[in-house]
């Protein structure tokens, strides 16, 4: 019972730390980079589709992304999907593509972005702190309903709070790599 619920709060803590990863990934650097338009959808035939369905997406440089529609009457519901998305992207058509030039950030706006990203990683570590609560109470019912006893219930919860150590480290971790990617010019 205590190996179940240690598993399933480090599988839990892991998704939230992978979740933290994935999300620092669309806070824009300034370099071109293809997860900047991964939640952008486009109206496909009349249903909603994510971008890289209807387009292919590369980085031709460090500071242009290249979007070439799978069908060249796409291009302007592509355009118009980009605008709306909030992004602050500008796109171009040339011809048979899209390009998307990414200005550099300015002083002001990468101390911004820090912000976010260090907003981001506390609600990790709430979450992971969340995840260890519910753990421990587990551990708790189970001593109250007498299936463990007192030592083995201290074991556990030392166990999960080495865990909450272990992934709230790999999210100062993560903090501080983004932090200095987004400080560098």
């Known amino acids: 019972m205590i190996d179940d619920i240690a598993k399933d709060a480090a599988s839990r803590m892991a998704k939230s730390v992978e979740s933290l990863n994935q999300d620092l990934h669309k806070v824009r650097t300034g370099r071109a980079h293809t ?8 109206n496909y035939y009349g249903s909603d589709v994510p971008l890289n369905q209807a387009a292919t997406v590369v980085a031709s440089d460090a500071r242009t992304l290249l979007i070439t529609p799978f069908e060249r009457n796409m291009i302007a519901p592509i355009e118009k999907a980009i605008m709306e998305s909030n992004l602050g992207l500008t796109p171009s ?4 593509a899209i390009r998307i030039a990414l200005p550099p950030l300015t002083e002001e706006r990468r101390r911004d972005l820090v912000k976010v990203v260090r ?3 506390e609600q990790a570590k709430v ?3 969340n995840i260890r609560r519910d753990a421990n109470s587990d551990f708790k019912q189970l001593l109250k309903d007498k299936d463990i006893t007192e030592d083995e219930a201290k074991e556990a919860e030392d166990r999960i709070q080495k865990l909450t150590d272990k992934y709230v480290g790999e999210v100062d971790q993560l903090l501080t790599d983004k932090e200095a990617e987004l400080m560098s010019v």
């Open 35 to 42: 997860s900047l338009l991964d939640q952008v959808s486009v």
């Open 93 to 96: 058509s040339a011809g048979t």
């Open 127 to 129: 979450a992971i702190r």
């Open 119 to 121: 907003s981001e990683g």
